[in-house]
Structure formats: C-alpha cells, structure tokens
C-alpha cells in the first residue's frame, strides 16, 4: 500500500511513521522545509509542493 501525507508536523510525522513501521509505503509534504527534513531524515520520501504530490503520483 502506498500512502502520501500532508502535513509532517508532530502529528503527521508520528503517524507516517508507524504507517512505515507497518509495511505502508509512505510519501509525505510539508510546506515547512525543516519538517521535510526531518521526515527524510527518517527515509520518508518529500515533495516540496502540492502540485509534486499530484503530478508524480504513479498508477498503481
């Protein structure tokens, strides 16, 4: 299962990540640039924009 996030603030990042630790293949976005960093700092990918989100979403 693929799922991506928006929102990787202390709520959203908990959650990507027990998404993660339960087999769930999780993207995420954050407006706020330390957010992603965080979040790729815990191997979940990031886009920097809503529109990356839509436009690289893959047909599953």
Same mark, same amino acid.
């Given at each position: 299962?693929?799922l ?5 603030? *202390?709520?959203?990042?908990n959650?990507a990540?027990?998404?993660?630790e339960?087999?769930?293949d /999780?993207?995420g976005f +954050?407006v706020?640039?330390e957010?992603? *960093?965080?979040a790729?700092s815990e ?7 809503l529109?990356? /989100?839509?436009s690289k +979403?893959e047909?599953?």
């Amino acid at each position: 299962m693929k799922l991506k996030m928006v929102g990787l603030g *202390k709520m959203g990042l908990n959650l990507a990540l027990n998404m993660k630790e339960h087999g769930v293949d /999780v993207e995420g976005f +954050d407006v706020n640039e330390e957010a992603r *960093k965080k979040a790729e700092s815990e191997n979940i990918k990031t886009y920097a924009s809503l529109e990356d /989100v839509a436009s690289k +979403d893959e047909k599953m």
